[in-house]
């Protein structure tokens, strides 16, 4: 059974386009988060959402608006997509208590390409 | 700050011992995890250590001294599977911030 799961794993497209990225955790964790890993490998944080609720946005250009449903899922749509959003787009979730939240389990990945 | 610090790469032959060491900034501080990532994976969750000391996990062990503002991660027993890129990622303010990775590579 997936525990976190990412749609799709690969996306290219053109520069300018809107696109999204979904996910969803089967773990029944109330934390969900999401990851930008750039070509040098840095995985930043970008988002963190509790229970549907925003508590972490990291400097994000307001072209990313995170959507959480539900607290299973948490979505990702990108306006107006720019050569720099190419990277590796990671979805993770935790618990929330902070003695356990560092424990983290992340997607697969989605490589996003723009041309 | 957040940022932490630890090395590129690091090379070891099979059956070797590597030791990652980490650094990072106080600020905020609640732990230490590491994280591991194979070339095209996402990373998974290897160990925390909030409290100063050694936490052992079979062949992997993380150390952190909080005084110091350092942990490392010692892989022992080294296998070719190992070679991926380990991150430790300090906790604080309810999110991990990453370092930047450390790429070993196995050699036979």
């Known amino acids: 059974d997936t525990a976190v799961s990412q749609t799709p794993k690969y996306l290219v497209t053109q520069m300018g386009n809107d696109k999204s990225i979904k996910c969803e955790q089967n773990?029944?964790?109330?934390?969900m988060y999401w990851y930008k890993q750039d070509s040098k490998k840095f995985l930043k944080i970008m988002f963190s959402y509790n229970n549907k609720e925003l508590i972490i946005n990291e400097t994000v250009p307001n072209r990313f608006s995170p959507k959480s449903p539900d607290k299973a899922h948490l979505n990702l749509h990108i306006n107006s997509l720019e050569l720099g959003d190419s990277a590796v787009y990671f979805c993770a979730s935790s618990q929330r208590d902070p003695a356990i939240y560092n424990e983290q389990f992340f997607g697969p990945g989605t490589r996003l390409t723009v041309l | 700050g957040q940022s932490l610090e630890q090395p590129s790469e690091v090379t070891a032959v099979e059956g070797a011992i590597v030791q990652i060491n980490c650094t990072y900034q106080t600020s905020g501080f609640y732990g230490l995890s590491w994280y591991q990532q194979h070339d095209g994976g996402a990373p998974t969750f290897l160990s925390y250590?909030?409290?100063?000391g050694l936490e052992e996990t079979g062949r992997f062990s993380s150390f952190l001294s909080r005084s110091d503002s350092y942990g490392y991660l010692l892989l022992q027993e080294l296998q070719m599977k190992d070679s991926a890129s380990y991150f430790c990622g300090k906790a604080a303010g309810n999110k991990l911030t990453f370092g930047g990775g450390t790429r070993v590579l196995v050699k036979p």
């Open positions: 250590n909030a409290l100063d």
């Open positions: 773990l029944g964790h109330d934390t």
